[in-house]
């Protein structure tokens, strides 16, 4: 079936500093999304991404759907403590399924 | 907003016992979905449902049923509950087959002694 490397698999950086995460696949998708899960919590919906090469942003997240359709990126920019959590991409493909990457932990160091 | 509620947050089953998960979605939305999530593996498709009354077999169906009656419900069955089966239940829902925009409850953390 269709994968998703997501790299890097964790980051601990100091607050302020901008993040960035990428997330590749072997086959083409349709849309992009991007999710960020808390502890304990069930994942939320960051930005979903259309078209390849558009470039979105929600507050301090960028996120871009590559031209190639078999990658895309999410930055943060002066994170702060409340990034803290873990983050998945997720592709759909031609077959109206999911397929999410393993997830980001991100950890901030006030 | 769209809002997924779960049953319960917590849950603690003994062996070989039958559980139900339940998950309701306010949005009308026709789509829903179960997936567990386990450290290293990710999340995983369990079933999903595109209507009432119909299911499909996710990646990791064994072990598992659905029930879909009303298209705002969802219940996850779990016919004789076995320790591999701890793990964070996680339901989702989405407008329609061809939308990608799943949203999540917020989990259901089973535990099987």
């Known amino acids: 079936g269709q994968q998703l490397n997501q790299s890097p698999q964790s980051m601990f950086i100091q607050e302020g500093e901008d993040v960035s995460m990428n997330c590749t696949s072997s086959s083409i998708f349709n849309t992009w999304l991007w999710y960020k899960q808390d502890p304990g919590e069930g994942p939320v919906l960051l930005i979903a991404l259309y078209k390849a090469g558009e470039l979105t942003s929600n507050g301090r997240l960028t996120a871009q759907f590559g031209i190639t359709r078999k990658d895309s990126f999410l930055n943060i920019s002066a994170s702060i403590p409340s990034d803290v959590g873990i983050y998945f991409c997720a592709g759909l493909g031609s077959n109206y399924k999911l397929t999410f990457g393993k997830g980001t932990l991100l950890t901030v160091n006030p | 907003d769209v809002k997924v509620t779960q049953s319960s947050r917590y849950l603690v089953k003994r062996t070989g016992e039958k559980v139900f998960l339940e998950c309701v979605q306010d949005m009308d939305h026709e789509n829903m979905f179960w997936y567990r999530q386990d450290p290293g593996l990710g999340l995983r498709l369990i079933y999903f449902s595109y209507d009432v009354k119909m299911k499909e077999k996710g990646d990791i169906p064994e072990g598992y049923s659905v029930s879909r009656e009303k298209k705002e419900r969802f219940s996850l069955i779990l016919e004789s509950a076995s320790t591999n089966q701890t793990s964070m239940y996680l339901c989702?829902?989405?407008?329609?087959?061809?939308?990608?925009?799943?949203?999540f409850g917020p989990g259901t953390r089973l535990t099987v002694t």
């Open positions: 989702a829902s989405s407008l329609y087959r061809a939308a990608s925009e799943q949203y």
